[in-house]
């Protein structure tokens, strides 16, 4: 592929981007919508940050409804929970993050029961993300 194409490719990817009040509902075409507010921490296996705060969110209290979604196979996801002991679901979403919205990793996004985006921060380490979770409480 020549940088033409990948330029190319990441204009579509750009112009697949939704406004905040729907994009969210691509990810819950493959993800049931929550009952209540929730905060969606999206993290990617290649990210650098996020392979820095995925370990550490075993460490931290996690009040409410939290989802980690990576951009990995469900049988990374089980590895993932049964090494480091999560007690929070952990799904996959394997399409662009681009898609909804989300350009850098690890972002956490609050969403409302109607899977309507209330707030979105890029976290990029565990002191940032735990600032995001503390005003959820």
Do not use: W
Not at 40 to 52: A, E, Q
Not at 73 to 88: P, Q, R, S, V, W
Not at 118 to 133: G, K, S, W
Request: aromatic share 8%.
């Amino acid at each position: 592929m020549i940088l033409k194409d990948v330029l190319k490719r990441a204009t579509l990817l750009e112009d697949e981007v939704v406004t905040a009040e729907k994009r969210f509902e691509k990810i819950f075409e493959e993800i049931p919508l929550p009952a209540k507010e929730t905060i969606y921490c999206m993290v990617s296996f290649s990210c650098l940050h996020c392979v820095d705060v995925i370990p550490k969110l075993s460490q931290v209290e996690l009040n409410g409804e939290f989802i980690l979604v990576t951009d990995g196979e469900e049988a990374d996801n089980e590895t993932l929970i049964n090494e480091l002991g999560f007690d929070f679901p952990v799904i996959s979403y394997t399409s662009p993050y681009i898609q909804l919205g989300i350009v850098n990793t690890p972002t956490c996004v609050q969403v409302n029961s109607a899977g309507e985006v209330i707030r979105e921060q890029y976290t990029e380490n565990i002191d940032e993300l735990l600032r995001f979770l503390h005003d959820f409480d």
